[in-house]
């Protein structure tokens, strides 16, 4: 069933880009939490459960990242990021984790939680599939404490599909990640979202030595002169109707 509605939801969005499997495809999970008790449940499971399950399964370069803003949120989050190959990569990671008696061993308190004390509030997913000019994630090359990294995830819905492919050109053929590599902005993934509460919808991840060098990243950016000339294009105009921005660190076991 899951393999059929992926297919028709691919076949049947006619709007959005074609699907190259040579590029990387993404998930994001999106765990929200109240309370540290949860969070100690979550990370406990991601690192001695889930992630090295993972990497027994040579499924490498898994971030785990929490938003700076989490310290005041009512609403905590944690985001997981995992490359894939394919679609059947994403559908038969449950089957060969149900299966894994190593895992099952270290994620039972997560697994096997009762409803009265859930390790979360809610869980999402989302489905990307990779940019053509960015078709596998790159790591980011930095140089300070792990602790001080700075990520941003960045989420761009259009007010229609065909604004939406407009803003995935402005990307790719207009010359906006060229701008990114030319400020040396780290990135870590540029992405197209193919499912999700947020559509249409594109996202992606860049990185930074601490939040001075993120200030400094975005001040090159804006006043590039590449920048401005794209920006004042009227090809490109009001391809954007909401923009979110995560600024996060990553967790200790992240993978980067």
Request: proline residues 5%; charged residues 25%.
């Amino acid at each position: 069933m899951k393999k059929y509605f992926l297919s028709m939801l691919i076949t049947t969005t006619v709007f959005l880009p074609a699907i190259s499997f040579a590029n990387d495809v993404y998930t994001i999970t999106v765990y929200h939490f109240k309370d540290a008790q949860q969070e100690v449940v979550l990370d406990t499971y991601l690192q001695t459960a889930y992630l090295p399950a993972l990497h027994r399964k040579n499924k490498n370069n898994i971030g785990v990242f929490k938003p700076i803003a989490n310290d005041t949120a009512a609403d905590k989050i944690i985001y997981v990021i995992v490359p894939f190959k394919s679609l059947d990569e994403i559908q038969s990671l449950d089957k060969s984790l149900a299966g894994d008696s190593t895992y099952l061993l270290a994620g039972k308190d997560y697994i096997n939680a009762s409803y009265q004390t859930p390790p979360y509030t809610r869980m999402e997913k989302i489905i990307l599939t990779a940019f053509p000019l960015a078709p596998q994630m790159k790591l980011p090359q930095l140089h300070s404490d792990k602790k001080d990294h700075v990520y941003e995830l960045r989420s761009y819905e259009s007010p229609t599909e065909k604004y939406h492919i407009n803003k995935v050109k402005m990307f790719d053929e207009g010359g906006e990640i060229k701008i990114f590599t030319h400020i040396n902005a780290n990135a870590v993934f540029y992405a197209d979202v193919i499912a999700g509460s947020h559509m249409p919808n594109l996202m992606y991840l860049t990185s930074y030595e601490n939040m001075e060098d993120r200030d400094a990243h975005w001040k090159s950016f804006g006043d590039d002169p590449d920048t401005k000339k794209l920006f004042a294009m009227d090809e490109y105009k009001n391809n954007v109707s909401k923009a979110d921005i995560i600024l996060m660190h990553a967790a200790s076991y992240s993978d980067y």
